[in-house]
């Protein structure tokens, strides 16, 4: 069974950083491609970062792209995502998934105050 647990978020102030991480379990994660995503209140999720399975090809939205950095960790099932020059409109429900599953963790929020 898929399972993946989100952690690292909190209340920041803009400009800052916060490192997100996602363990997971259930599958073999070396095996397959990781992506972040976001979603905030009444909106659709997002795709903001996604990394092949041996971190070699990585990818982001632009509206992060050069703040956020995603990476991998397999031996110990984990994706990371640095989030440096945190602004307000980065505030989100943030979430990973494994590429080809649908399975969703219970997402760490993330609120950055102006």
């Known amino acids: 069974q898929v399972q993946l647990v989100e952690s690292g978020g909190g209340l920041v102030q803009a400009g800052e950083s916060l490192r997100l991480s996602c363990a997971a379990s259930?599958?073999?994660?070396?095996?397959?491609?990781m992506d972040w995503y976001r979603q905030a209140p009444g909106k659709q999720r997002e795709l903001v970062a996604t990394?092949?399975?041996?971190?070699?090809?990585?990818n982001s939205s632009g509206s992060v792209k050069g703040r956020f950095t995603i990476s991998i960790d397999n031996a110990k099932n984990t994706v990371y995502l640095e989030m440096n020059i945190l602004k307000p409109e980065d505030t989100d429900v943030y979430y990973c998934?494994?590429?080809?599953?649908?399975?969703w963790g219970q997402g760490t929020q993330v609120t950055v105050s102006s």
């Open positions: 998934k494994a590429a080809e599953y649908d399975n």
């Open positions: 990394i092949s399975s041996d971190g070699h090809f990585k």
């Open positions: 259930g599958f073999r994660f070396d095996a397959k491609p």
